[in-house]
C-alpha cells in the first residue's frame, strides 16, 4: 500500500483545523500545529515526510509570518511548500503572505475542490523540482552535470558580454588504469578529490562540472585562469591524497573569443587542446589555437583516404643507397615509403605514418611496403645484381609479432614466393627499437630512421 | 427539524455549505462542533479587557468559521465588527460595542437554532 503523503496544518482555530483535516484526510496524512511554534515542533520530527503545509496568517504565540520567517531561513525546511489560508479581506494579506515567502494562497472559506487540486499540484512540482536537482548535479562529485553545465555557461555568457572568459577541460592521464589496479572505488575516490581540488581552485568567479568519467570542466575568467596557470606549481602543499599524487592531470584552454560557437564545441576545443599534449613529459597546460583544428581535419582527410590509397597503390617505396665507409663500396639500401596522393602530391611519412600508427593502419601499411621490397629483391637478384643477400628494415609498429629483433617472413604468405629475407648483423638495421606495443613513441623512432 | 431547516433558522446558506463539504453528515458533524468553537466567548472577554487587537484576532476567526459553515448572517456581522478593529489603534473604537451587540444577537441566534435541531435529533420520531 502506499503511504500517503503527509501534510501539516498550522491553524490556532479548532473547528477550521477539524474541517480543513476533514478535506484533505481523504488523499493525505494529516498532521495539526495550533501555532507556529508547535509547528516548527512537528517539523522538527517530520521534516523528511512533510510534503506541504497549511498555514493560517493570524494565531496566537507566533504568527503565520513570524512562522514563515522562520522556515524560510532554514535550508532544508525552506524547500517546504507552504499555503496560506488567507480571508478574503483585500489583496493586503495575499501580497503579504507571498511576499514572505508563501507558495500559494487559498481564501477561505474553504474550498475543497480547490485545496485538494493546488496542494495536489505544489506537492508535484516540489517533486519535480527535487528530481531536475537531481540531473542537475552530478551524483558522485557534486559538481554540475554536463547538459547543465552547458547551461550555465550560455547563462553566464549572457548575461556577462563585456567579460572574457574561457573553458577549461582536464582529464587524468591513463585513468582508466587506475580503475583496473586500484579498483573502481579507488577511482570514484580519486574522482571526487579531482573534482574537490578543481572546484576550490575555480573557486567563486566561475563554476565547474563533471563531463563523465575523467574529465572535468570549468568555466573561468580570463584573468583569472591566465594567473593560475602562472602560478602552478606554486600551490601551497595541499593535503592530497597518495593516489592523487601519482596520477598526471591535463588542461585544455579555450580561450572565448567567437561567443556564436555554440558551448558544446567550445568544450570539444579545449578537451582537443588538452589532448594534444596526452603522454607528453611535463607539458601540463595547452591552449587550443586554430591550428589544432586544422590539425584533426587534415588527419581526418587522411583517414579518409588511406583506404583507397593503399588499393591503389598510390604509396611508392623508395631505396635510400647505403654506402659503407670501412669496404668503400654501397652496402645496402634502406626501404622508405611516400604516399604520392594524385590531387595532395608528395607526402612525407611524417604526415601519416604518425597517424596510422594511432589508428592501427600500419600493420597493413607494413604489408604493403614488405611485398613492395621483397618483389624489388627478387627483381634485382633476378636482373644480375649480385651481393643482395638481405635487407631488413622494420617499420615501427609494424613488426610480426615474434622474439624482438627477429620476425618471420612466413608470416606473410605472398612473400614466401620472393628470395628469402634474412635478417643479417651487418647490413640489417633495426629502426624500431622497441616493443610491438608502444606504437606511440615508436613513431618518433621510426621518423629520424625514414628521414634519411 | 432538519438540518436544512436549521439553517434556514440560523439565517445560514445551506446549498453552499453541502457543494464545499463532503457529505452532508459532515456538515451536521462541524455544525454540531461549532457549540465547542471558542471564537465568540474570546471575543467578548477581549472586548471587556479593552484588548483591541486580540479582539480583531477573535473577530476574524469567527468570521472565517462562520464563513466556512455557510452562517451568512453571523458572518455578516462579525465581518463588520471585524473590519472596525482592524485599525491599529491602541484602544477598542468606540462604535464596536454597538456591532458587538450584533454580533451577541447573531451568535445567540445561531447557537440556538443548532441546539433545537440537536435537540430534535434525540426526539424519537
Known sequence: MVQKKHVLIVEDNELNRAILGEILSSDYQVLEAENGQEALEVLRHHKDSIALILLDVMMPVMDGYAFLDRIKADKELSLIPVIVMTQSDGEEDE???LAHGATDFVPKPYRPQVILHRVASLIKLRETAAMVNQFQYDRLTGLYSKEFFYQK?????????EEDYCIVCSNIENFKLVNDIFGQEAGDRLLKEVAGITQSMVGDTGFCGHLGAD?????????????DRLNFGSFPEQEVS????????????YEITDRSVPVEQMCDRALLAANSIKGQYNQFFAVYDE????KLLREQVITDAMEPALAEEQFVVYFQPKYSLNDDCMAGAEALVRWDHPEWGFMSPGEFIPLFEKNGFIPRMDQYVWEKVCRQLRDWQEGGISRCSGLCE???????????????PGAYPKVRRGPRVSASGDHGERLCGKPRADHQHGGGAAEAGLHH | M??????????????????????????????????????????CHAMQDGNRAEAFRAAHTLKGVSANLGFSRLLTSAGALTELLRAETETIPEDAAALLEEVKRDYELTVSAIRAYLESEDQPK
Do not use: H
Open chain 1, 95 to 97: 501580497v503579504s503572505a
Open chain 1, 153 to 161: 555557461v550560455r547563462e553566464q555568457l549572457l548575461e556577462n558580454p
Open chain 1, 215 to 227: 574529465r572535468f570542466l570549468c568555466l573561468q575568467k580570463r584573468e583569472q585562469e591566465r594567473q
Open chain 1, 242 to 253: 597518495p593516489l592523487l599524487k601519482s596520477v598526471v592531470m591535463r588542461w585544455g584552454i
Open chain 1, 291 to 294: 591550428s589544432l583544428r586544422d
Open chain 1, 394 to 408: 622494420c617499420i615501427p609498429g609494424g613488426c610480426v609479432p615474434g622474439k624482438s629483433g627477429g620476425y618471420v
Open chain 2, 2 to 43: 432538519t438540518i436544512q431547516e436549521c439553517y434556514q433558522k440560523l439565517g445560514g446558506e445551506f446549498a453552499q455549505v453541502e457543494k464545499r463539504l463532503p457529505s452532508v453528515s459532515l456538515v451536521r458533524k462541524f455544525v454540531i462542533k461549532f457549540l465547542d468553537d471558542a471564537s465568540f466567548s474570546e471575543l
